[in-house]
């Protein structure tokens, strides 16, 4: 099984910072690397595909980048409805596999 | 964009069996292959099946391979996982998703349906 590492497990940060996600993969993923948002009481939300492409109505501020097997999500600008756990997940080999996740919290 | 919806939770005896489901709309149902992934309370996302669309081919994490089934109805929009021999470990939150393509993951999930296992 491939196994996802992220990090930190848990992030302070501000409304208006930078703010970067670390996943790192135990093999390559051929990019099938997903990233998603999760709020308490919901269901993920999916915000990058295929290691960089933005879902559809996410917003700009939110990117992805990485290949092989180290990828990154960063949020340009935080923002109140931001904070969230984030998740990564490949979808390159079965069975299909989460990072533990990351809490972005307020500071 | 779709909707996806699960049922069937609820409290069940280890050793117990219970079916979900989940009803899709909005939807070409039969153009998507199918997942279920669940959450424990407080804890992380765990993949546990795939279920492709004519509903031929499917796969399972070792954790509940042998207990767990997954099947689609594709006349009904829906798709199901039955459970059994249920432990304590298989509470969780229960989240049916659909998969866009093979470059492009999982776009759409339910709400989840929470199963526990208790005596």
């Known amino acids: 099984d491939i196994q996802m590492t992220q990090s930190p497990s848990t992030l302070s940060a501000s409304v208006g910072d930078r703010v970067t996600v670390t996943c790192r993969a135990s093999?390559?993923?051929?990019?099938?690397l997903a990233w998603f948002q999760q709020k308490p009481g919901e269901a993920p939300k999916l915000l990058i595909y295929?290691?960089?492409d933005l879902e559809s109505g996410v917003p700009s501020r939110f990117s992805g980048s990485g290949s092989g097997t180290e990828f990154t999500l960063t949020i340009g600008s935080l923002q109140p409805d931001d904070f969230a756990t984030y998740y990564c997940?490949?979808?390159?080999?079965?069975?299909?596999?989460f990072g533990q996740g990351t809490k972005v919290e307020i500071k | 964009q779709g909707q996806l919806v699960e049922s069937g939770g609820g409290l069940v005896k280890p050793g117990g069996s219970l079916r979900l489901s989940c009803a899709a709309s909005?939807?070409?149902?039969?153009?998507?292959?199918m997942h279920w992934i669940r959450q424990a309370p407080g804890k992380g996302l765990e993949w546990i099946s795939y279920?492709?669309?004519?509903?031929?081919?499917?796969i399972y994490v070792d954790s509940v391979k042998g207990r767990f089934t997954v099947s689609r109805d594709n006349a009904k929009n829906s798709v199901y996982l039955e459970m059994n021999s249920l432990r304590a470990e298989d509470t969780a939150v229960y989240y049916c998703?659909?998969?866009?393509?093979?470059?492009?993951?999982?776009?759409?999930w339910g709400q989840g349906t929470l199963v526990t296992i208790s005596s």
């Open positions: 997940q490949q979808y390159y080999s079965y069975p299909w596999t």
């Open positions: 909005g939807f070409i149902f039969s153009d998507y292959s």
């Open positions: 295929r290691a960089s």
């Open positions: 998703a659909r998969e866009v393509s093979k470059n492009s993951g999982l776009d759409n």
């Open positions: 279920i492709s669309m004519t509903g031929s081919y499917t």
């Open positions: 093999q390559s993923l051929g990019g099938r």
